[in-house]
């Protein structure tokens, strides 16, 4: 009897039926785990992001902490007492929740009146993943400066020459400040504190103030801050680069990536500090003279127009500032510092002096000698230098970041 062959070809496609639903079974499997595989990454990265927010929160907490540490030292713990290291933990009030992770905080010694500070924020391991660490470096300011808030300042009494102009930045703001009597053959704009006010120069928009019962400018060049000293800026630091003593070619400084802030600086070390210009010097930046400054050409100082609120003066004289000759001239945006007062040499009214910013000087102020002219206007904007006169500071009074990296 013959072979039934319908019954053959149904058999034949159930085979082929069969195969096609373990495949098509394979498949689905295939994609259910591609598919798990993939939520499962997505869940991990998701945990993993979730723990880098965590740390980099753990890290500018601990940031905070410590300059609420710095503004409250009693509210402190024993340990934080700078150079430290304090390891800090993070709560909820309401309800009380411990927050996930922790945060280790270094504070440096205090460098005129700054702290450098590394907080290192830790996440923890309970989403499953390891922990994570972000760190972030800032510079805290601690206390507040003294603002400088009139054009001349002077620890002895002065005489305005003829040639002479100090102006406030507005009416009735200071313009002169002065431990003794303040002998006007100039003009004045504005307040004068002093014993009194003598002379028959012009004097607008002011009246005599009490004298303060502080010397007004800083009471010696070692009260100023020492410039010449490394540096930290955006995080790093950094050197300022000491120069000749003496600028016989036309010269022109200023910022560099080794030294951002265009600090230059006499060495006590040659020729005592001194500095003797006989071309032009152009100083995009801050110039330091350890001992007297000599100009017989141009000085001009400007400040960092690519990176204010740097809060540096603009020059800083140990000793003092001799004018010489009838084409020497001096212009300086900022504040200029001079320890022992401004003499000249066979100066003429064609020799000129000139400040926008404020003029501080600790003794002997303008001597006699000095014939040029001398304009100085206050200008605000260059003024609150912190930690200029390190003895001008009001302990635990603000905190303030100037600098920030991570």
Same mark, same amino acid.
């Given at each position: 009897?013959?072979?039934?062959?319908?019954?053959?070809?149904?058999?034949?496609?159930?085979?082929?039926?069969?195969?096609?639903?373990?495949?098509?079974?394979?498949? &689905?499997?295939?994609?259910?785990?591609?598919?798990?595989?993939?939520?499962?990454?997505? &869940?991990?990265a998701?945990?993993?992001?979730? &723990?880098?927010?965590?740390?980099?929160?753990?890290?500018?907490?601990?940031?905070?902490?410590?300059?609420?540490?710095?503004?409250?030292?009693?509210?402190?713990?024993?340990?934080?007492?700078?150079?430290?290291?304090?390891?800090?933990?993070?709560?909820?009030?309401?309800?009380?929740?411990?927050?996930?992770? @922790?945060?280790?905080?270094? %504070?440096?010694?205090?460098?005129?009146?700054?702290y450098k500070?590394?907080?290192?924020?830790? @996440?923890?391991?309970?989403?499953?993943v390891?922990? %994570?660490?972000? +760190?972030?470096?800032?510079?805290?300011?601690?206390?507040?400066?003294?603002q400088?808030?009139? =054009?001349?300042?002077?620890?002895?009494?002065?005489?305005?020459?003829?040639?002479?102009?100090?102006?406030?930045?507005s009416?009735?703001?200071?313009?002169?400040?002065?431990?003794?009597?303040?002998?006007?053959?100039?003009?004045?704009?504005?307040?004068?504190?002093?014993?009194?006010?003598?002379? %028959?120069g012009?004097?607008s928009?002011?009246?005599?103030?009490?004298?303060?019962? +502080?010397?007004?400018?800083?009471?010696?060049a070692?009260?100023?801050?020492?410039?010449?000293?490394?540096?930290?800026f955006?995080?790093?630091?950094? !050197?300022?680069?000491?120069?000749?003593?003496?600028i016989?070619?036309?010269?022109?400084l200023?910022?560099?990536p080794?030294?951002?802030?265009?600090?230059?600086?006499?060495?006590?070390?040659?020729?005592?500090?001194?500095?003797?210009?006989?071309?032009?010097?152009?100083?995009?930046?801050?110039?330091?003279?350890k001992? +007297?400054?000599?100009n017989?050409?141009?000085?001009?100082?400007?400040?960092?127009?690519?990176?204010?609120?740097?809060?540096?003066?603009?020059?800083?004289?140990? !000793?003092?500032?001799?004018?010489?000759?009838?084409?020497?001239?001096?212009?300086?945006?900022?504040?200029?510092?001079?320890?022992?007062?401004?003499?000249?040499? =066979?100066?003429?009214s064609a020799?000129?002096?000139?400040?926008?910013? =404020?003029?501080?000087?600790?003794?002997?102020?303008?001597?006699? +000698?000095?014939?040029?002219?001398?304009?100085?206007?206050?200008?605000?904007?260059?003024?609150?230098?912190?930690?200029?006169d390190?003895?001008?500071?009001?302990?635990?009074?603000?905190?303030?970041?100037?600098?920030w @990296?991570?």
């Open positions: 009897m013959k072979p039934n062959r319908p019954t053959r070809d149904w058999s034949r496609r159930g085979g082929i039926a069969l195969v096609l639903v373990v495949l098509v079974m394979a498949l &689905a499997t295939i994609l259910a785990y591609a598919m798990l595989s993939a939520a499962a990454v997505q &869940a991990t998701g945990a993993n992001a979730a &723990a880098a927010a965590n740390a980099r929160a753990q890290a500018e907490s601990g940031i905070h902490l410590a300059m609420y540490y710095l503004l409250n030292p009693a509210n402190a713990p024993a340990s934080f007492s700078p150079p430290c290291t304090v390891t800090a933990t993070f709560a909820t009030t309401q309800p009380a929740v411990t927050m996930p992770g @922790s945060v280790t905080i270094q %504070v440096g010694s205090p460098s005129n009146h700054c500070v590394v907080s290192i924020g830790s @996440s923890d391991s309970s989403a499953g390891k922990p %994570v660490t972000r +760190t972030i470096t800032a510079e805290i300011q601690a206390g507040t400066p003294l400088i808030n009139q =054009a001349g300042a002077f620890n002895s009494p002065i005489t305005v020459g003829a040639n002479a102009t100090f102006s406030s930045s009416a009735n703001a200071p313009a002169i400040a002065s431990n003794g009597v303040v002998t006007n053959s100039g003009h004045i704009s504005g307040n004068v504190s002093a014993s009194n006010v003598t002379g %028959v012009a004097w928009n002011g009246a005599l103030l009490p004298a303060s019962s +502080t010397p007004p400018a800083p009471s010696a070692g009260n100023v801050t020492d410039y010449t000293q490394p540096y930290v955006q995080g790093s630091l950094y !050197n300022p680069v000491a120069i000749a003593s003496s016989s070619t036309a010269t022109s200023g910022p560099t080794s030294n951002p802030l265009g600090i230059y600086y006499t060495s006590p070390s040659v020729s005592s500090g001194n500095l003797n210009v006989s071309k032009s010097l152009t100083i995009n930046g801050t110039l330091i003279v001992g +007297t400054l000599t017989t050409s141009a000085i001009n100082i400007t400040p960092l127009t690519s990176q204010p609120n740097t809060y540096l003066p603009a020059l800083v004289v140990n !000793n003092e500032l001799s004018m010489s000759g009838h084409s020497a001239s001096l212009n300086a945006t900022g504040v200029t510092y001079i320890a022992n007062g401004i003499y000249g040499v =066979a100066t003429s020799t000129n002096v000139t400040i926008n910013g =404020a003029l501080l000087i600790t003794k002997n102020a303008i001597n006699s +000698t000095y014939a040029g002219t001398l304009s100085v206007t206050y200008n605000p904007t260059y003024t609150n230098i912190p930690s200029f390190v003895n001008d500071w009001a302990s635990n009074s603000s905190v303030k970041i100037i600098a @990296s991570e």
